[in-house]
């Protein structure tokens, strides 16, 4: 599988910034589309953004004009930068990500995810 390795968790204060990473590796070909989603205690998991290779993005609505995705398609990796951070963005930020593979010599496609990163927003 693809290796996703997400980085840039921690505490943070209501209103502070965090900035998450997420790098891709293990013979990929390429990379499609990226995303970040989230998911909180005793909720469902959701797409927080959405990245193109060609830069088109998309929001949830709880974080539109504070959260800004973003990728370095040379690196192969994915940022998120969260801003104005409020007690119920507190939730475990998942990297996704899909694209294509060598395996023996071979293209897959793949769709995978990261391990996660911890998010807390408290006082």
């Known amino acids: 599988q693809v290796q996703l390795v997400e980085s840039g968790g921690g505490l943070v204060q209501p209103g502070g910034s965090l900035t998450l990473s997420c790098a891709a590796s293990?013979?990929?070909?390429?990379?499609?589309?990226m995303g970040w989603y989230r998911q909180a205690p005793g909720k469902q998991r959701e797409l927080v953004a959405r990245?193109?290779?060609?830069?088109?993005?998309h929001y949830a609505d709880s974080v539109k004009g504070r959260f800004t995705i973003s990728r370095d398609n040379a690196k192969n990796t994915v940022y998120l930068q969260m801003n104005d951070l409020k007690p119920e963005d507190t939730a475990v930020y998942y990297c996704n990500a899909d694209g294509s593979v060598w395996r023996a010599h071979q293209l897959f496609q793949f769709n995978d995810w990261g391990h996660g990163a911890q998010v807390t927003v408290s006082s």
């Open positions: 990245i193109t290779p060609r830069g088109t993005t």
């Open positions: 293990g013979g990929i070909f390429t990379i499609d589309t």
